[in-house]
Every structure is written in structure tokens, then in C-alpha cells.
């Protein structure tokens, strides 16, 4: 369910709000770059806001910088913890719309990345996504946490906005890190007036759309870009392929004066925000897309039996794979401008969105990325009696047979459950793909004798049907590639 949906919301042309899922989050991030990018209004201050909780944070460790246990590096280390914002619907998460934050284990590489700035002659960061090149593992999903946070204030007041507009009742919640406590120089607690989360009884807060973006625009392979040249030739590098993003931090800690450069470089740039309304990348309208298929396509089979999950999720992967095969479905799986494939991510969400809505109907409960221990599942369907796991690969992917013969048995073993399912998306007809297809079910049965699980493949064809007035001569010559996921790093 949306937003909009929800409060039964007519949008009008003062209504630039992202219309986020109620029930799990999307796969989006506020990019302080759009921040920084707006002049006026309630945002105009935006960037400058940014920047000045951690000039705060610099002021206070400097001269301190190299005692962990003073006051001051003590207090700083209580302003760079940022706690999950829930209340935004953004970033990843496996259920539901709770995820990681960013807690004070991580607030203190960030200080220790600010003290040797401060070594280094930087005696503030101009643009806090500096940060993303000085610190490893400060990713899209902590860079928008991070922005959440500082600014909840004004996301507050702007939601608030939102629902006098339209009449949205507010319900008084405690908000966590609704501001800064200028005294103790630490997040401070609030109680304020936002929407109720029908779905799970909790606060919103609504975004502008035009701050949302798969990836920050500043990031440290950009930095890389930008510096590797003169990199290259003054250290004499011999570089092959994507360079680690803890190599990448490496060098931005040696080299601070070009982690300056870079941002005042791209200070002017233009700003780029994703595209809600087409969204190329299947992350926001995957519900809206699917909606109906079950009552238009019912299942076989009544109530799910004690022993019947199994034939239960067999079912709804046939009325899957019939959803993208036979009713066009594969024109979700790929991008509305190129035909080129989505992520697996993307392959996802349309797959909960199909598979959904005959789970709430036959009392089947769906979790999607479910941490096992050993990494997360894509699905786990559950009964009362019974569990199965899922995991989907795009044929075309370069660990795909790792998917089948050690992920997915991996996750069994750490669930203790029997049996497991592997669904295979084809989207080109590539020797590597047509091989791979052709050789799947001799190594599901040969996965199946060494495990002793009970696993189950099926594969997905969402290679492109066009009509001979859609082909262009790129389109019908093109075998396709493989393409990289995202990674969060």
C-alpha cells in the first residue's frame, strides 16, 4: 500500500512527495548532493546544516584528535551516531521497514577518519560525503541515514505540511534524534505530531522525491575517477580492473587535499534525481504493477495442508513464470528505454509483488532476505509445519551456479529445513546462458544426491518478444551481457 493510498490522497501540484510503500522499504536514498543543490524555501539552509554538524564535530576534536579517551573525542563520537530513521521507508531491509542505522561502533571510525583529517591539514568537510571516501563501509544506505538524521527536523516539519494540506490526522510520537541538544552536544529526543503507519502503528515521515537517487552522486568510485590519473602516474600504480574500496580509502587518507578538490570540483554540477514516476529501475512501482493477478489467476489448490507447501510454492512460481512469459510480464524485468535488464533486486520485488497477495490468501507468510547466518535468502515462505527458501539468480550472472550448489544448500542447512528452490531468469540467448539452462536440472540433481535436500529449479524466459515494429537493428543483433549489481560498500 501507498501513501497516497492510505489517506486517500489527491495529488496536486504542490505535492512533490515521494509516495512511498507503507509495508517495506524501497530501495532509494536521500542524496545530500539534491540537498546541497536547492536555493530557497524550507530546504535552502539544507547543505549548510549538513556541513555544520560536523564542523561541530571538528571543533570539538580538534587538539584532541589523538586521545580516544578525552571528553571531547568522547562527545564527538555522541554526534556522529546516527540511529536507524525508521520512519522514512528508504534503504535496505529484508522485512518490513526496520533497518541497520548506524551505531557507535561505526560513529567511531568516523571520528577516527576525522582525526587523522585533522592530521592530514583538513580542518572540516565542505561536503560530509567526504566522509564516503575516508571511512570503509560508509555506503548510499548510511550516506541518507546520516542526511535523515541531521535533518529530521526539517523532514518533520515538512511532512507535517504535507498532511495539513490534505487533512492527514497526526498522532504524537516520540521521534528519536529529532534534533541536537546544544548543550550536551548529543541527539535529544522529541515529541511531535506525524502520520500513523496503518501497516505497523508507526511514525512517517514523507520525502521529496526530487532528493531520492540510487546512488549518491558523490561517491568514492567518483573520487577514484576523478583522481586516478595523477594518482596513477605519481605512485607509479599498477591497477587492474575495479579498484577496493579500502585501497580507495587508503589513498583518500594520504591524499586529503584531493578529497577537497574532488568536492569543490563537482560543487556545480548538475543534480540528478531518480525518476519516480517512470522508475527505470523496477524499485517503487513493482505493487502497483502486479496488482489483481491474483484474483484475475486464482491457485488450483484450497487451503494449504500441513504438508503442502512445497506444492503450495511450486504453484505460485508456474503462475510466476506465466505472469512474465505469457502476459508480458518481462517488459518489467527491463528497462522501458533500452530493453536492457534490471537487477536482481528489481527481479525481486516483482516476484514478491506476483507472489504476495496468494500468500495473505492462503495464510502462506513470505519473508523476503531473511538473514540465515550465512547470508540472507531472497524468500522463505512458512506454515505453522513447514519452511521453504528461495533463491532467485538471473541466469546471466557470474555466480549463478554458486546460487545453486552452495548458497542455496548453505541456507538450508542453517534453517533446517528440506527443501529449496532456485529460480533462474534468463534474459539473452547467449552460449553462456543457453549452457547454463540446458545444464540445470543434471546439477539440481546432483546438488540434491551430495546434500540430501530436496531442491527444485525452474527457469523464467525474459529474453525480449518485440513485434517487428519495436526491433531496431541494435535490439535484434544484441546478445546481451551480464551486468553488475550494485554494490554497498
Known amino acids: 500500500m501507498y501513501f497516497s ?9 504542490d505535492d512533490d512527495w515521494f509516495d512511498r510503500l507503507l509495508e517495506s522499504d524501497t530501495q532509494l536514498f536521500v542524496d545530500p548532493f539534491l540537498v546541497f543543490a536547492e ?11 549538513l556541513s555544520g554538524h560536523f ?30 530513521p525508521k520512519e522514512f521507508g528508504l534503504g535496505f531491509v529484508g522485512v518490513g521497514t526496520d533497518g541497520s542505522g548506524t551505531g557507535r561502533g561505526f560513529a567511531k571510525r568516523i571520528v577516527s577518519a576525522m582525526a587523522i583529517a585533522i592530521e592530514k591539514g583538513l580542518q572540516d568537510l565542505r561536503r560530509f560525503e567526504e566522509l564516503g571516501v575516508l571511512v570503509e563501509k560508509i555506503g548510499r544506505d548510511r550516506i541518507s541515514d546520516i542526511t535523515c538524521n541531521i535533518l529530521k527536523y526539517k523532514f518533520i516539519e515538512y511532512t507535517q505540511e504535507v498532511c495539513r494540506r490534505h ?6 510520537f516520540k521521534v528519536e534524534s529529532a534534533t541536537v541538544d546544544p548543550l550536551r552536544k548529543r541527539w535529544a529526543s522529541q515529541t511531535v505530531g506525524l502520520p500513523e503507519n496503518p501497516k505497523n502503528g508507526k511514525p512517517v515521515l514523507l520525502t521529496p522525491a526530487r532528493f531520492l537517487r540510487e546512488l549518491p552522486t558523490l561517491n568514492a568510485d567518483d573520487w577514484w575517477d576523478f583522481v586516478e590519473p595523477t594518482l596513477r602516474d605519481d605512485l607509479n600504480l599498477e591497477l587492474v580492473g575495479r579498484l577496493r ?18 568536492t569543490e570540483s563537482r560543487a556545480n554540477d548538475p543534480a540528478e534525481p531518480y525518476d519516480v514516476e517512470k522508475d527505470p529501475a523496477g524499485l517503487h512501482l513493482w505493487q502497483m504493477e502486479t496488482r489483481g493477478i491474483a484474483s484475475e489467476s486464482p491457485l488450483t489448490m484450497g487451503d494449504v495442508g500441513p504438508n503442502e507447501l512445497g506444492v503450495f510454492v511450486a504453484e505460485v512460481n508456474e503462475h510466476f ?52 547466518g550465512k547470508g540472507p535468502v531472497d524468500f522463505v515462505f512458512t506454515t505453522s509445519t513447514q519452511r521453504v527458501l528461495l533463491e532467485i539468480k538471473k541466469v546471466g550472472n557470474g555466480k549463478f551456479w554458486n546460487g545453486l550448489e552452495q548458497q542455496l544448500v548453505s541456507y538450508i542447512t542453517s534453517e533446517q529445513c528440506a527443501q529449496g528452490w532456485l529460480l533462474a531468469v534468463q534474459f539473452s540467448s547467449t552460449r553462456t546462458e543457453t549452457a547454463r539452462v540446458r545444464d540445470l536440472p543434471a546439477r539440481a540433481r546432483a546438488a540434491s544426491a551430495s546434500s540430501g535436500f530436496d531442491l527444485h529449479t525452474l527457469v523464467v524466459d525474459a529474453r525480449v518478444r518485440l513485434s517487428a515494429s519495436e526491433i531496431t537493428e541494435d535490439e535484434s543483433t544484441a546478445e546481451g551481457a551480464d551486468d553488475p549489481e550494485f554494490d554497498d560498500v
Open 55 to 84: 564542523q561541530r564535530g571538528f571543533e570539538i576534536l580538534a587538539g584532541h584528535q589523538d586521545n580516544p579517551e578525552s571528553l571531547q573525542y568522547r562527545k564527538t563520537v555522541d554526534l556522529m551516531v546516527f540511529p536507524e
Open 321 to 372: 513464470k506465466h505472469f512474465v512469459e505469457a502476459r508480458a510480464g518481462w517488459r518489467l524485468l527491463r528497462t522501458e528505454d533500452t530493453f536492457a535488464p534490471r537487477r536482481e533486486a528489481s527481479v525481486q520485488l516483482l516476484y514478491r509483488g506476483v507472489v504476495e497477495s496468494y500468500c495473505h490468501a492462503h495464510g502462506v507468510r513470505l519473508d523476503r532476505e531473511v538473514d540465515v
Open 5 to 13: 493510498e492510505a489517506f486517500s490522497v489527491e495529488r496536486g501540484p
Open 245 to 262: 574500496k579500502a585501497d580507495i580509502v587508503f589513498l583518500a587518507r594520504q591524499h586529503t587535499d584531493l578529497v577537497r578538490a574532488w
Open 39 to 49: 536555493t530557497d524555501g524550507l530546504w535552502a539552509d539544507g547543505g549548510e546544516r
Open 167 to 172: 487533512n492527514i490526522p497526526l498522532v504524537d
